[in-house]
């Protein structure tokens, strides 16, 4: 690593921290109507810092949803173009009490950075940010290579708006490699790359039983219950196995290459520990025949993330609830159509809702799992700045989670996605006191700044 530029981030790292906790104060909940303000407010916020670290041609771009930040630095020629990606919105903070500090009043305790979006992904979305600062600052004001932000604000809502961005702005968002950092190291002190990325489909169903909610005394007995009736239909999607019961979902499952199996059994892995420091019960689910790492990275998977339905107050009210709704999911692996799964799905609660129960199905979303080839030329210089920052030999694994513009640059403008996370498995996204390591906030804005050195020289 450079002096200068070793130097620069040395001089600079409180100023750096402090403009990262300026945005993590601001509630960019996408999902939430109330906090539209609060996500154009980070927009803005987002754009200033483009500019202010050197980028030009900055904008925030007005969508049917939240907007779009971009920005570029075009000025390398003869060297690739890498387009940097990241979203600044975040989810809600609920349930607020586990809070140990407020949830968008950042705070450093034991060298993390805990807020609601310190590592999903405000904070890792700013180190690519920091790097191209760090890099115009220290080079003359030159980049190794030309850069595109492109920075959402729905990521965690659906990403509808950067999904019709991409399919129509291929030239604009022209490049030879995307970069994301959204992603996790595997352990503290590994330098990881993810290569490949679950697919997911979310969808809503909701039942309907009486025309109203009635009393349990005179129409119990009689009556179909709503939430009962979803609950029925739910409880047969999966058998005690963990299993997914729904014909159709395993049909074009592609399994892991035997090389692939072999490279995750030598990581170093404690299933007791994962149960009691991550899960934090008292048991794992899913196929007992899979091994961990299968169940989270290579197998689909349906889950059921909240109901609501009749009466969940204080004291009593004794209802035959009318309605009830469950948001669920299924994450998909590679060679999975999602519209094939979603009319599976759809074909499946049709024909398993209980009598008496009328229910709908809505997708609110869709991506395809994603590979990543390790023998890409950029993915191979990731790697390689990986190593070289942490002094160790970079290892390649696969996420249970999705991010759908991996797809969306692959299918429309034909490159690969390094994703170069710097969270950890214990980091809490999307619960009560996420965080973020501090050190790999500043030690992701070198190894950035690395990749972006290697990656023009080998062009």
Not at 58 to 80: C, F, K, M, N, S
Not at 327 to 344: E, G, I
Request: net charge negative; glycine share 10%.
């Amino acid at each position: 690593m450079k002096t200068a530029l070793s130097a620069y981030l040395k001089a600079n790292q409180p100023r750096m921290l402090d403009e990262l906790f300026q945005l993590l104060r601001i509630p960019s909940i996408s999902t939430l109507p109330e906090n539209k303000a609060d996500v154009e407010r980070a927009a803005r916020f987002v754009a200033e810092a483009l500019g202010a670290a050197g980028l030009e041609h900055t904008e925030v771009i007005a969508t049917g949803g939240h907007p779009l930040v971009y920005a570029d630095w075009l000025h390398a020629p003869g060297r690739p173009t890498v387009l940097c990606y990241g979203h600044y919105d975040v989810q809600p903070p609920d349930p607020l009490d586990p809070w140990i500090t407020p949830p968008f009043e950042p705070a450093v305790r034991h060298g993390n950075i805990y807020a609601r979006g310190s590592s999903d992904d405000k904070g890792q979305m700013f180190m690519h940010i920091k790097a191209v600062e760090a890099l115009l600052a220290t080079q003359g004001g030159r980049l190794p290579v030309n850069v595109k932000f492109l920075i959402e604000g729905e990521e965690e809502c659906g990403g509808t708006a950067i999904a019709r961005y991409v399919a129509e702005q291929p030239a604009k968002l022209r490049a030879d490699t995307a970069l994301v950092s959204d992603t996790e190291l595997y352990e503290a002190g590994l330098p990881t790359l993810c290569i490949g990325l679950r697919g997911l489909i979310y969808a809503e169903v909701e039942a309907q039983g009486p025309a109203n909610d009635l009393h349990s005394g005179i129409y119990g007995g009689t009556a179909p219950n709503a939430v009962y009736g979803l609950i029925e239909l739910l409880a047969q999607a999966k058998d005690a196995g963990g299993r997914i019961l729904i014909p159709g979902v395993y049909d074009d499952v592609a399994e892991p290459a035997a090389a692939e199996l072999e490279s995750w059994k030598r990581l170093p892995f404690d299933e007791a520990a994962f149960l009691r420091k991550e899960v934090g019960s008292t048991q794992l689910t899913g196929e007992s025949d899979r091994m961990v790492f299968e169940r989270v990275w290579s197998r689909p998977t349906f889950e059921v993330h909240g109901i609501a339905g009749g009466f969940t107050g204080t004291g009593s009210k004794t209802v035959i609830p009318a309605t009830a709704l469950a948001k669920c999911s299924l994450r998909l692996v590679p060679n999975q159509d999602p519209a094939r799964v979603a009319r599976a799905f759809e074909q499946w609660v049709a024909a398993h809702t209980p009598a008496g129960i009328r229910t709908s199905v809505r997708i609110l979303g869709m991506s395809p799992a994603i590979m990543v080839d390790p023998g890409n030329t950029a993915v191979r210089v990731a790697a390689q700045a990986f190593a070289e920052v942490f002094g160790k030999p970079t290892v390649f694994i696969r996420s249970g989670g999705s991010v759908p513009v991996v797809g969306d640059f692959a299918k429309h403008l034909g490159i690969p996605t390094v994703m170069m996370g710097f969270g950890l498995p214990d980091d809490a996204l999307h619960s009560p006191n996420e965080k973020f390591c501090l050190e790999n906030f500043y030690t992701g804005i070198r190894t950035i700044a690395r990749f972006f050195e290697l990656y023009g020289a080998a062009h």
